[in-house]
């Protein structure tokens, strides 16, 4: 498991806007994620595509870096609610976590184990 540095963007503004959480209790659950797993850095590779990703596929430009890290990862995977449950681009299907039935890529990694 990766987590492009955007997501951890992504967390704090949802813990101090929705969550309400202090910025300082949002600052202490980046670093938990920080230590917790691999970084991906937003190079400007993953920009430029991204940027390409979006204007091909109509999606947010935050959620095309978000893909587009994850691609350039390697991951097989990427859990989010936001993008369409089941697109895949450049090796990465998006997984909605709280979609039913369970996708097929969750269901193998959380239920079995992973492949």
């Known amino acids: 498991m990766v987590i492009p540095v955007q997501v951890l963007g992504e ?3 949802v ?3 929705k969550a ?4 300082a209790e949002a600052r202490d659950a ?7 797993f691999p970084l991906v850095a937003t190079a ?4 430029l595509t991204a940027a390409d990703l979006a204007n091909d596929h109509r999606l947010g ?3 095309a870096v ?6 350039r990862a ?3 995977m990427l859990l989010s609610e936001d993008m369409q449950n089941g697109f895949t681009w450049g090796g990465v299907t998006v997984v909605d976590p709280f979609a039913s039935p369970m996708h097929e890529l969750l269901r193998i990694n959380m239920v079995e184990g992973g492949p």
């Open 11 to 13: 967390l704090f503004n």
């Open 15 to 17: 813990l101090t806007r």
């Open 20 to 23: 309400g959480r202090s910025r």
């Open 30 to 36: 980046l670093l938990s994620w920080h230590d917790s």
């Open 44 to 47: 400007p590779e993953v920009m």
């Open 61 to 63: 430009i935050w959620d």
């Open 66 to 71: 978000i893909l587009s890290a994850a691609s």
């Open 74 to 76: 390697g991951c097989r």
